[in-house]
């Protein structure tokens, strides 16, 4: 066997490499952690944290406004954006610090504080000129935005999500471009903060959602509190200090912006990191072949995880492959592959998008037979208590076994609902074992409830739900 320098050597200290690192560590100190860029992670630094702090601030505006309802009377929230972004970004520090002292404080294997490239297959030749070797390799370089062309115009006035939490005060408008779950997020809690914002998006798509039912739902509840375009041809332009945005032919529809945010999606950091100089198997798009069971590339002993494998650009799921990354890199060739946990998403709109187990799409696709429980939460009693009853909840069960499938949703604390229904999914329940847990009243997991119950009914194992009650929704 060739003398390495190191067992396993992770390219990437993100949220992927972190936990490739804890896991490989385990069971071997020759472990070299290689990032030259800032540490601190993705989701720290410019996505999940510092979006939360924003869409925060938003909220606590959101629900002065809405006090008048129950006849609290308030006058219209001033919004000191100055102090708005002083706290995102000081709290975003924080974050970024906790982070930082974890990767610093990593006892075993060794930090390298360089940018790391393939040289061969076992070589990374790194940013200071010196070459390491090591048994295996984990890539776990993240993503960044992915900018179209079109953009360019815009020069110094385009900016994507990470600026954002760099600003020191709000603008006095933003184009959102992209109705993804960044530019959902952005858009609406600068909406909510006094910033003219107009939303641009492609293919009447918003978030993750796939069932048609619950998406135009969604186009319809964010189209009522904000200006979107769910599918427009704009056309980006130079006006003087400002963006001017057109998206249609008729001269009217044409608006100057401050600036434009791209949330047009993220691609993975690959490009950089010599993969022309190995032999690993690459798709069309230079993206390596590998098993997302195990990570691992090919027959090689090169493995790939988080934002890099362009797979789901998500914390839990980056932490999770860097977990199996990790541990198969360090016990190779002793790699398993390994059982991943349910698919879950939440987009932090208002309300929420959560999906869970497979997509209505998947389904169809897949010629699954299956049937379909669905709940509105616009009378739902919990929901109309607190003044939150916009929703609606669809739940999928295989017909012949009446196991849960997955879910769509929009609605209120998505959050918290769809969790319970990966939990459910993930320990293979049926719609009727679900429905043997305790719900407790009133809450809104009793819309949930409402859902299974027509579910159960739909599959023929339980009697049709009572036309109406204060639990649940239009018909339930």
Known sequence: MPNYDYDVAILGAGTAGMAAYREATKYTDRVALVDGGPLGTTCARVGCMPSKLLIAAAEAAHHVRKAHMFGVNT???????????????????????????AVEGFEKGELIRHYGKFADDHTLELSNGKRITAKTIIIATGSRPNIPPMFEAAGDRLIVNDDVFDWTDLPNSVAVFGAGVIGLELGQSLHRLGVDVRLFGRDNLVGPLSDPEVRDYALKTFAEEFSAHWHADAKVSRSGEKVSVSWSDNPEDKAEFDYVIAATGRRPNLDKIGLENTTLPLTDRGVPVYDPLSGRIGDSHVFIAGDANVDIPLLHEAADEGRIAGENAARFPHSYRRKRRTPLGVVFSDPQIGIAGASYASLIESGIDFEIGEVSYED????????????????????????????????????????????AIQSDLSVDDTLQNPFYHPVLEEGVRTALRKLNHALGFGPNPPLRCIDCGPGA
Do not use: C
């Open 75 to 101: 006058t219209e929230p001033v919004i000191d954006g100055v102090a708005v972004m002083a706290r995102v970004r000081s709290e975003r520090d924080r974050f970024v610090g906790f982070v930082n002292e």
């Open 380 to 423: 739902q009693g919990r929901a109309r208590v607190m003044g939150i009853n916009k929703g609606l909840l669809r739940i999928y069960a295989a017909k012949d076994s009446g196991k849960i499938l997955g879910a769509e949703m929009i609605g209120p604390h998505a959050e918290h609902l769809i969790n319970l229904l990966a939990w």
